[in-house]
C-alpha cells in the first residue's frame, strides 16, 4: 500500500508517494504554473533520472490527472496502478479554531474550510479546489485533510487572544492561530526522542526559518506559543514579509502615498522582509553573499533578521517560566545557514544557550540530526531536519485505519529511538563520504 500527499497552492501542486510496507518515499515531484501557461512536472522516483514533462494544466484537477499519469508511466512511475493507493493526504494552511486534529475530508469538513478562507485567502482556496480535484481523479479512498493550524490549538488564551474588541473575536475569529504545525510537530517529536525524554516531559523552542519563518514555544510537549498570527504576516521577519510592525504603519503609508488595502498587503506580504530591507534579496544565501561583499543594506536585512529570531528565544524563555531543554533550528534557513545559526545564538550563552561555532559550520546537512551546541552547554542546540510530509503520510494512514487522535494521545513512527529515514540514510552515506568529521556532530536518540 501507498500514501499520496498533495500540497496545492494557487498555481502548483506538490505530492510524495509513501511505500508503508517498506517505510520509504517512492517518488516526489512538483506541477508548477498550475491555471498559468506553461504548465510542466518535475517527477524524481527512487533509482530513476529525474523525469520533466511540459503540459498545460488549465486547473488543479488536470494537474492531479498528470500527477498520476505520470505516477503509473511505465517508464517513469513508481506505481502499477491506481489500486495500491490506500489514502491521499491534503495540506490545509488554515483550519480555523475548528480543527485540533487531522481528520477525514468529508463535505461537512469542505464547508468548514469554506468558512474560514477568509482568514487564508492565499492558500485555503487553492487548498480546496486541490482536494476537490483529487477526488474526482481517485474517488474510491479516503481523503485526509492535515492543518497547519492544529498543532497550535493546545495554546492557552493569554497566548492566543488580541487585545482588541472582544466583539472581533466573537463574530470574526480574529486571533492568533500559527501555521507551520507539521513540521514543529516533527522537530518537537523528533527533539524528545535526541533528549531520552518522553513528549509531555520536553520544554523546547524551535525556530522554522526558509522562506516564510515562525517560532514555536514548546512546553510539555505541546504549542504554548507561536510567532505567526491570524495570518502567516506575523512575527519574524521573513524572505519578503515584515514579520511584526507597528499595525498603524498601513494607515500612516495609506495617507502619504495613496496606497489601497490591496496595495499595502501586496507590500507587506511580498515586498518587505529582506527584499524590502535590501531592495534586491530575498534568498538568504544571496543576503549573506552580498554583506560579505560589503552592501550595507544586505547587513542590515541580516542583522534584523537574526536580532529579532534571537528576542523571540529570549522572550519564550520568559514565557516557559524554566530554561529550554533544547533550541531547535529547522526548514531550509534553519538547517543549512550557519552565519544565521551563528548570529542568532550571539549572546545567549548567559541563558545557558552556548553554541560551537566549528560544530555549526560543519552541520549543513539534510540527512542527520545535529548538536551544534558546546558539551557543556545546559541547553542543547539541535539541527533537525523537518519532514512534513512524513506526518502528513502518517495522519493519513492512521486516519484510513481507525487509529488515529490528537498528537497526545498518538504515536508516530518517527518517536521510536530506532527510526531510520531510508533516503536520508542513504544521503548520509555520501556525506559522510566528503566530510568524516560530520559524524561527530550527529545527534545520537
Not at 283 to 297: C, E, L, Q, S, T
Amino acid at each position: 500500500m501507498v500514501i499520496l500527499t498533495l500540497n496545492c497552492g494557487s498555481s502548483s501542486a506538490k505530492y510524495q508517494v509513501f511505500d508503508w510496507e517498506n517505510k520509504d518515499v517512492l517518488a516526489s515531484g512538483v506541477v508548477e504554473r498550475v491555471t498559468q501557461t506553461g504548465g510542466s512536472i518535475s517527477h524524481k522516483a527512487k533509482g530513476k533520472p529525474e523525469y520533466v514533462k511540459e503540459q498545460e494544466c488549465p486547473d488543479h484537477t488536470v494537474a492531479v490527472q498528470l500527477i498520476i499519469k505520470t505516477l503509473t508511466d511505465p517508464e517513469a512511475g513508481v506505481i502499477s496502478d491506481m489500486s495500491v493507493i490506500g489514502a491521499v493526504g491534503h495540506r490545509v494552511l488554515h483550519g480555523g479554531d475548528k480543527f485540533t486534529k487531522s481528520v477525514i475530508v468529508t463535505p461537512e469538513v469542505l464547508e468548514t474550510f469554506r468558512e474560514v478562507q477568509d482568514l487564508g485567502p492565499l492558500h485555503n482556496p487553492a487548498n480546496i479546489m486541490g482536494i476537490e480535484a483529487a477526488q474526482k481523479v481517485l474517488p474510491d479512498v479516503p481523503h485526509c485533510a492535515v492543518m497547519d493550524t492544529a498543532w497550535h490549538q493546545t495554546m492557552p488564551d493569554s497566548s492566543f487572544m488580541y487585545a482588541v474588541p472582544y466583539e472581533w473575536y466573537e463574530k470574526y475569529s480574529a486571533r492568533r492561530y500559527g501555521f507551520h504545525g507539521t513540521s514543529f510537530l516533527y522537530t518537537a517529536k523528533r527533539a524528545s526522542v535526541l533528549l531520552h525524554k518522553k513528549p509531555q516531559d520536553t520544554d523546547v523552542i524551535i525556530a522554522h526559518i526558509g522562506n516564510g519563518a515562525s517560532m514555536c514555544c514548546v512546553k510539555n510537549g505541546v504549542c504554548f506559543d507561536t510567532s505567526m498570527g491570524i495570518t502567516p504576516l506575523e512575527g519574524l521577519v521573513m524572505g519578503t514579509r515584515s514579520g511584526d510592525a507597528d499595525p498603524a504603519l498601513a494607515f500612516y503609508i495609506m495617507r502619504k502615498t495613496g496606497m489601497s488595502v490591496q496595495e499595502i498587503d501586496t507590500a507587506l506580504n511580498k515586498k518587505s522582509g529582506l527584499l524590502g530591507l535590501t531592495g534586491k534579496y530575498a534568498d538568504r544565501r544571496d543576503v549573506i553573499a552580498a554583506r560579505d561583499a560589503g552592501d550595507p543594506r544586505a547587513d542590515l536585512a541580516f542583522r534584523v533578521e537574526t536580532y529579532r529570531l534571537r528576542k523571540y528565544i529570549g522572550s519564550y524563555i520568559a514565557a516557559m517560566g524554566k530554561m529550554p531543554d533544547a533550541l531547535v533550528f529547522t526548514a531550509g534557513v534553519g538547517e543549512f545557514s550557519w552565519p544565521v545559526r551563528e548570529e542568532v545564538a550571539k549572546g545567549l550563552e548567559h541563558l545557558g544557550i552556548r553554541l560551537d561555532p566549528e560544530k555549526n559550520r560543519m552541520a549543513c546537512t539534510r540527512n542527520a540530526e545535529t548538536c551544534i551546541s558546546t558539551d557543556d552547554s545546559p541547553v542543547k542546540i539541535f539541527v533537525i531536519p523537518t519532514d512534513e510530509e512524513l506526518v502528513m503520510t502518517e495522519d493519513a494512514y492512521a486516519l484510513m485505519k481507525g487509529t488515529y487522535d490528537v498528537h497526545t494521545n498518538f504515536t508516530y513512527t518517527f518517536q521510536s529511538p530506532d527510526y531510520v529515514n531510508k533516503a536520508r540514510a542513504e544521503g548520509l552515506k555520501r556525506d559522510l563520504e566528503k566530510n568524516p568529521k560530520l559524524a561527530s556532530i550527529l545527534a545520537k536518540p
